[in-house]
């Protein structure tokens, strides 16, 4: 493979902001420097006026996923294809525990599917079964697979959620063997109260998804499960945070040295509950859980990013068609039409992530490059194992690297994306900043929206010790 040079960039890391130029070789950064000098073998970029940025980590996808009767309609190759155009070079995506059996055979599985990926990829493993066979194979997942999360569900009773002892046991094995358990913080038995209760009333409408979710019972369990992993002594990680309750159980933790660690997600930062009043099945475009909320969490979760309660901002993208055409109803939201308990509950994101965030702290909220740069790509890498390969733009780093245009103006379009979804939580918003080009381990992969990717050129991240930032 062709050395690549990227010249005259402004370098932007999680502490770092230079103009310098970068030689990539066999795919790692080997020098940088001024007005480095290579011969004509080699593929030069010019990144004058350009932001050279790590490329983005996203830690929570789900490509080609199975959720109850439902699949995420991304596979590997058009899912990591998205990330790629919209900067993002590392995806941690979730592979499921098959129900009764080891989840060594679901990771099994998953490597089959992730072959196609067209970016680098590691796994998290949803545990369903904690007894003394799947713990004992968590052991082997951290220690022989590269698998060192573990997603653990306090929400949907009979499908994926686990009792206070499961969660206790689990944390107390990742904790103890250098992993991290990273928890869906909600209290699912009632919730599920609550739903059998709006159904009986006849409410079946999208927007009931929020009603029976309310941010006091994300706040709940987000409190059990900090309590849970102190008692266990173990690292913990809260995913897709969404409420000020929620939040207010991260801070006081922190503040008190535990390891809790939060991220949140593109449309809690910048949509609302508002959008669940919009006419018809409209809003089933917005069924993902937790669900949105109101400004007031919003101003929650902005202050959490500044003082670093909240560190992470990944998608969790987990794309479900409005559509049932032309993939079939098990990938669509229209299983839910009549019912909103059976909307399949997620939405897509993976492309917009990088801009929208940038857009949105940097322009909007007054975020410096340096910090952006830290949520995005940095923090992420180090909390799931795999800092100083991935995440910043360093010697003897993976040489995935963003070339990113502050300035330009563009419109977010689902027409124009490339994940295999009919719809973006953000058609029609205008958005200043761009990617413009994309570098995997050295190699250009996307430019100016072409693509130069491989379908099955994504490699298998075998993680190291994770919850250390
Ligand atoms: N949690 C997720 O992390 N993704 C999809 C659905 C869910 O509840
Ligand atoms: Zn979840
Ligand atoms: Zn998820």
Redesign the pocket.
């Known amino acids: 493979m062709a050395a690549t040079l990227i010249k005259n960039g402004r370098i932007v890391t999680a502490v770092d902001d230079y103009t310098a130029d970068i030689l990539v070789a066999e795919g790692k950064i080997r020098t940088i420097g001024e007005d480095i000098q290579v011969g004509p073998d080699v593929d030069v970029h010019d990144a004058q006026g350009l932001l050279v940025l790590p490329g983005g980590v996203d830690v ?1 996808t ?1 490509l080609d996923w199975e959720f109850g009767p439902s699949r995420t309609v991304d596979t590997f190759e058009t899912g990591t294809k998205a990330a790629a155009y919209g900067g993002t070079t590392t995806v941690i995506d ?1 592979c499921n525990q098959p129900r009764g059996q080891s989840p060594l055979a679901g990771l099994e599985e998953w490597h089959v599917r992730r072959a196609t990926a067209c970016v680098d990829v590691g796994a998290h493993m949803i545990m369903l079964d904690v007894n003394d066979q799947s713990l004992a194979d968590m052991k082997t997942l951290i220690h022989r697979e590269g698998v060192s999360t573990f997603k653990l569900f306090m929400a949907y009773p009979g499908v994926l959620m686990l009792d206070d002892g499961a969660l206790f046991k689990a944390m107390r094995l990742a904790g103890a063997n250098g992993g991290m358990t990273c928890v869906h913080a909600e209290n699912g038995a009632v919730i599920q109260v609550l739903i059998e209760e709006a159904l009986a009333q006849g409410h079946t409408a999208p927007k009931y998804h929020s009603v029976t979710r309310p941010s006091i019972l994300e706040g709940e369990a987000t409190h059990r499960a900090i309590r849970l992993a102190e008692l266990a002594e173990a690292p913990l990680y809260i ?2 945070l969404s409420a000020g309750e929620a939040l207010a159980a991260v801070t006081e933790a922190r503040d008190r040295g535990i390891r809790v660690h939060a991220e949140t997600c593109p449309h809690y930062l910048f949509l609302t509950d508002e959008e669940y009043l919009r006419p018809g099945f409209d809003a089933a475009k917005f069924v993902m859980t937790p669900p949105l909320r109101d400004h007031n969490h919003q101003a929650h979760l902005w202050r959490g990013l500044k003082t670093d309660d909240v560190q992470v901002v990944s998608t ?1 993208h ?1 794309p479900f068609c409005f559509n049932a055409e032309p993939y079939g109803m098990k990938f669509s939201k229209q299983q839910g039409r009549d019912d909103f308990s059976k909307i399949p509950n997620g939405a897509p994101g993976l492309e917009t992530r990088l801009p929208l965030f940038f857009d949105g702290a940097v322009n909007q909220h007054g975020m410096s490059i340096n910090r952006f740069v830290e949520i995005v790509s940095t923090t992420p890498a180090k909390l799931f194992g795999l800092f100083p390969r991935k995440g910043t733009i360093a010697v003897g780093s993976d040489g995935d690297i963003v070339l990113f245009d502050p300035k330009e103006q563009w419109t977010i379009r689902a027409a124009e994306q490339h994940s295999r979804v009919d719809y973006a939580l953000f058609e029609g918003r205008p958005v200043t900043g761009r990617v413009k080009k994309v570098f995997l381990r050295g190699q250009c992969i996307v430019a100016d929206q072409i693509w130069h990717g491989r379908a099955g050129m994504g490699q298998y991240l075998s993680r190291g010790e994770a919850g250390k930032s």
């Open positions: 929570h789900h979730f995913v897709h969790d987990c």
